[in-house]
């Protein structure tokens, strides 16, 4: 897309979990991708007229790079439809010949048009917490968040507001990396004087290498997830908790078994012996 232009935009609904912006395949017509990033769970495309287009997955959403032939590059698909057309909600038909086509059966997807100057303050990031792989984020950062708080740390992990894009998932699979019980406080990884304790250091790290490692991965497919060429991620293979309730803990000398917990209406999955 980088670079792309829109040459037309094919709109087949009137919303996905929210409406459309006005105008919405119309404003989009013409304008060039200038730069493509994410923040939290929303991947961003700059526009040459100083807007921004905001995409979001929800819960089931993939996008898919389709092309006639012609053009051979990692990650498009060489194929005219997708598996299941009827949920192609919206195509982007790009100057550089490709379809973009974005593919929702839940419909909890999003997109919107924002100015690129109000983005931060916009109601998607306004309340948005730290960027966890972003140079702002390590064992202080952590430890600030934190200090004082008397929930789960687990619930903290998954909580928006305070770190940006960590889903159920990553949380369970950092606090494993970090030995981290998540039923611990949040507040107790926290010395008094508001520094990381060790534990806050190894969990700040945890979180980081997970997310490098699911991204390296392609992320996890369990149920929806797909990358743009129509392929599965791989991260699910190389969970060392999540959703392994029951099984031996994968950490070389525990003799530990993976729990399951539910904790702020979601499953949590830990080893209770080497997690404290
Ligand atoms: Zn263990």
């Known amino acids: 897309m980088v670079g792309s232009r829109f040459v037309k935009v094919e709109k087949r609904r009137a919303d996905l979990r929210v409406p459309f912006p006005p105008r919405f395949a119309s404003r989009l017509t013409g304008r060039t991708v200038t730069g493509l990033g994410r923040r939290g769970k929303y991947l961003i495309a700059d526009l040459d007229d100083g807007n921004v287009l905001l995409l979001h997955l929800g819960m089931s959403g993939s996008f898919r790079v389709e092309a006639n032939g012609g053009i051979r590059r990692a990650g498009i698909a060489y194929r005219a439809t997708g598996k299941h057309a009827a949920h192609d909600h919206v195509v982007f038909h790009m100057s550089s010949g490709v379809r973009v ?3 929702d059966p839940r419909r909890f ?3 919107d048009l924002v100015r690129r100057a109000e983005l931060e303050s916009s109601r998607h990031f ?3 917490g730290i960027e966890p792989l972003g140079n702002a984020f390590d064992a202080a950062a952590l430890a600030r968040l934190l200090k004082g708080r008397k929930t789960p740390v687990k619930s903290a992990l998954i909580d928006q507001r305070l770190i940006a894009g960590i889903g159920n998932i990553y949380a369970c699979e950092a606090l494993w990396r970090a030995r981290v019980s998540p039923k611990r406080t949040a507040g107790s990884l926290v010395t008094r004087a508001g520094r990381p304790t060790a534990a806050a250091a190894r ?5 980081r290498s997970v997310l490098e490692d699911a991204i390296k991965a392609g992320g996890s497919s369990l149920r929806d997830h797909m990358r743009t060429d129509g392929e599965l991620g791989e991260f699910q293979y190389a969970f060392a908790v999540y959703d392994r309730e029951g099984e031996p803990c994968r950490r070389r000398g525990c003799k530990g078994t993976v729990s399951a917990i539910v904790q702020s209406g979601r ?3 830990y080893c209770p012996r080497c997690q404290r």
């Open 126 to 128: 306004g309340a948005m």
């Open 109 to 111: 997807g999003l997109m």
């Open 101 to 103: 086509v974005f593919n």
């Open 203 to 207: 969990l700040a790290e945890g979180i």
């Open 267 to 269: 499953t949590t999955y």
